[in-house]
């Protein structure tokens, strides 16, 4: 796997936001003020056109790139934090221009880290984490215990889906959702149906 494959993932990404705008849109609406289906589709198309032309080698690069654009293009909290995942990732990718299994599982575990070093929020806190971190974990134990990163992909997907169906367990603890304290609860989290929606796309460019 090289540039041609996160150049395809981010086209997914991008595709997924755009037609899953009006569902993040509602499900912001309730818990927050309703611009998270906006600022997600505009930012990752921003991110996808940044390297979809590019002759960019270095993989790291690219994902810095796309990073970089994304934080002017959707200058928002959320916007802010998804790019802070893509330019962490940047960071720990520098220089590699081919990509193993466990590379690729690295460049998700860069992302959780970078968002959850920004907004200072850990996993339980009913965010966007709550999504990703079981995604991240499920990847590498199925690549670890020897598994094609096709079917580790389903698995990373499938518990991210499981892990934003979970958030409705949870007490939200920042943003908007946290001043309703216990009643927080029930409510399903729009950061982790974000992580959902990446790993979805993440699980598709894999099986294309």
């Known amino acids: 796997m090289n540039r041609t494959f996160i150049i395809g993932l981010f086209n997914n990404i991008q595709e997924i936001m755009v037609k899953n705008r009006d569902y993040l849109i509602d499900l912001d609406s309730v818990v927050g003020d309703g611009d998270l289906g906006l600022t997600m589709s505009d930012g990752f198309v921003a991110a996808y056109k940044a390297i979809a032309d590019s002759s960019e080698e270095d993989i790291g690069k690219l994902l810095y790139n796309a990073g970089k654009v994304m934080s002017t293009a959707v200058p928002s909290t959320m916007g802010t934090l998804m790019a802070s995942g893509l330019m962490q990732a940047g960071k720990v990718l520098k ?98 149906a974000v992580a959902m929606l990446i790993m979805q796309a993440f699980a598709k460019t894999i099986n294309e």
């Open 95 to 192: 220089g590699k221009t081919d990509l193993t299994d466990m590379d690729v599982a690295d460049i998700f575990q860069a992302y959780l880290e970078g968002v959850a070093n920004r907004g200072k929020a850990k996993v339980g806190d009913k965010t966007f984490l709550d999504g990703l971190d079981p995604a991240v974990t499920a990847l590498k134990e199925a690549l670890g215990a020897g598994e094609e990163l096709s079917s580790a992909a389903i698995k990373a997907r499938e518990a991210a889906e499981k892990g934003f169906e979970n958030t409705t367990t949870m007490i939200a603890v920042h943003g908007r959702a946290a001043t309703r304290g216990e009643a927080s609860r029930t409510l399903k989290d729009p950061g982790a």
